[in-house]
């Protein structure tokens, strides 16, 4: 590693998706997908399929995991979910080294943002619950602005920190983030640790994909 708090950053800005970047919720969240889907009637999606809608908005999450539900049944598709997740969203817990990884980006001069497809209720909750809420300069969720891969949320985070596309770096572990990333102009850096096979992640051209978060770090540090 060089001494990176000796070398100017090339990102000013470093926005992290939450679930399955951030905080080791995949496996949680395809559960509860497949729960609330049979909890409604419909056929359990599999666990490839439910993971792959991870990073949406829930709605638009929901309604692709489960096609077979009608649109009269989304409202009680979506309490269901609800329902599973809160039964054990307290069982959930960051990465190993992500709590350092922030703070050595802090102490680098970096502002800190999330993007994610949760609820605004929903990142409340998981920020407080993890003490992180103080690390971060700036949030967006999907229930706030358009979901990924739509770029408004992106765009939205950088107005607010008055950082340009060029000195902005998205990471997340799927595809729909780094797809977010390349339609609001911005580099990217993927996780393979996540929701989504890296295999996919060639067409978005990230940076780098990290398989740790210590990893990850190192690549920051050296390289952001």
Request: net charge negative.
């Amino acid at each position: 590693m060089t001494d990176s708090l000796a070398r100017p950053p090339r990102f000013d800005l470093i926005a992290f998706d939450w679930d399955g970047t951030l905080y080791d919720s995949t496996r949680l969240i395809v559960r509860c997908i497949q729960a609330a889907v049979i909890d409604v009637g419909g056929a359990k999606p599999t666990e490839n399929d439910a993971a792959w809608v991870i990073g949406l908005g829930l709605a638009e999450a929901l309604a692709r995991a489960a096609p077979d539900v009608p649109k009269e049944k989304y409202a009680e598709l979506g309490a269901r979910y609800r329902y599973h997740y809160l039964q054990h969203q307290d069982d959930l817990v960051l990465f190993d080294g992500v709590l350092q990884m922030l703070d050595a980006l802090r102490a680098r001069g970096h502002k800190l943002a999330v993007a994610t497809g949760k609820s605004r209720r929903g990142l409340n909750e998981a920020l407080k619950s993890v003490a992180l809420r103080d690390r971060f300069d700036a949030s967006r969720t999907a229930d706030e602005t358009f979901g990924k891969p739509h770029p408004r949320m992106l765009l939205e985070l950088m107005e607010e920190l008055d950082v340009p596309a060029e000195r902005t770096l998205m990471i997340g572990d799927t595809t729909h983030d780094l797809q977010l990333a390349m339609n609001a102009g911005c580099a990217s850096v993927g996780v393979s640790y996540g929701a989504h096979e890296p295999a996919g992640f060639d067409e978005f051209k990230p940076l780098f994909v990290a398989d740790s978060v210590a990893v990850l770090e190192t690549w920051l540090l050296d390289n952001a």
